[in-house]
């Protein structure tokens, strides 16, 4: 299954927590700045995302938005 994983860069304060619990290394930190001043994750090979959620899960800004394609929508186009 594919997932998409989506970043709320002026909520980021890039503190990587995010980046190591990626089992699909998907995750990676941005060279811009966002409004805060830090570099926010972002998504560096966002095809490999399976949807898992652990990076949602572990980051404490609630900055990561991760949706998983269900096989229904997979199986139809």
């Not at 290394?25 to 399976?50: F, K, W």
């Amino acid at each position: 299954m594919r997932g998409y994983v989506f970043f709320e860069e002026d909520r980021c304060k890039g503190c990587q927590l995010c980046v190591p619990v990626c089992p699909k290394g998907v995750i990676s930190m941005s060279d811009r700045i966002n409004a805060l001043g830090y570099h926010p994750a972002e998504a560096a090979s966002p095809q490999d995302c399976t949807g898992c959620g652990l990076c949602a899960r572990i980051c404490p800004d609630t900055a990561i938005r991760v949706y998983r394609e269900t096989r229904r929508r997979a199986e139809a186009g």
